[in-house]
């Protein structure tokens, strides 16, 4: 399912508010305020944070598809080999990923580290390279998350397509009205993507679920009524 979330602005207090108490996961691009939620000294509060290897290539990728660097296009080449891994291991168990990933891209991993670590010293500081290098390897260590848990995406692709229909339609949501009004926005587009992620046509499993509601549909079994429980 996705689940989309209602806030007045892009500050940090809003990544606070709403994930406050979470344990969990969270996959992340490099927006600052993730990392104000981490878990500190070893402790269980606040996100486990994983980087998002798309956000760290679409730097290299501009570079090598402009031919300005051949570190980038070196990189560009290496990151492929993870994907090409990650379409092989898809839909397997977390133990059988980990295995995958231990074997093939941990070493993977390791020499592109070592390429950047070994390049940044000799070129600019305020190039474009020089700040793809920074981004990932000030991020190394949730970036290398995918290589101990089995659990872990190697990008976050699938919460981008997910948001990419409201983000399309963006300049839509500036007249919801108010806040109450984006907050039932975001309400009704949560329910809309999660019957497509489930292949359930929203009109019918909504007109389904209206009707049951109405006829008092018992609070206890409310999970029936979930877009992947629908039967036409």
Not at 181 to 198: F, H
Request: some cysteine.
């Amino acid at each position: 399912m996705v689940a989309y979330r209602f806030e007045d602005s892009r500050s940090g207090e809003c990544a606070r508010r709403h994930l406050e108490g979470y344990r969990g996961i969270l996959q992340v691009d490099g927006y600052a305020a993730y990392n104000k939620l981490v878990r500190k000294n070893g402790g269980n509060d606040g996100p486990l944070l994983a980087g998002c290897w798309a956000h760290s290539r679409r730097r290299f990728y501009e570079l090598h598809k402009a031919g300005d660097s051949q570190i980038a296009t070196v990189t560009v080449e290496r990151m492929t080999e993870l994907w090409k891994l990650e379409a092989d291991v898809r839909g397997q168990s977390p133990e059988a990923r980990l295995a995958a990933r231990q074997a093939v891209s941990a070493p993977i991993v390791a020499d592109l580290f070592t390429l950047w670590q070994q390049t940044l010293p000799s070129i600019s500081g305020k190039s474009k390279l020089a700040e793809a290098l920074r981004y990932a390897m000030t991020r190394r260590d949730i970036f290398e998350r995918f290589l101990t848990d089995g659990r872990i995406e190697l990008d976050s692709n699938i919460v981008e397509r997910a948001i990419r229909p409201q983000t399309i339609t963006r300049k839509n949501s500036l007249f919801a009205g108010s806040d109450g009004g984006g907050r039932t926005w975001a309400t009704i587009a949560t329910l809309l993507q999660t019957c497509r992620m489930n292949n359930v046509d929203p009109v019918a499993w909504m007109t389904q679920t209206l009707e049951r509601l109405a006829n008092q549909w018992p609070r206890a079994e409310i999970d029936a009524l979930m877009p992947w429980r629908y039967n036409a």
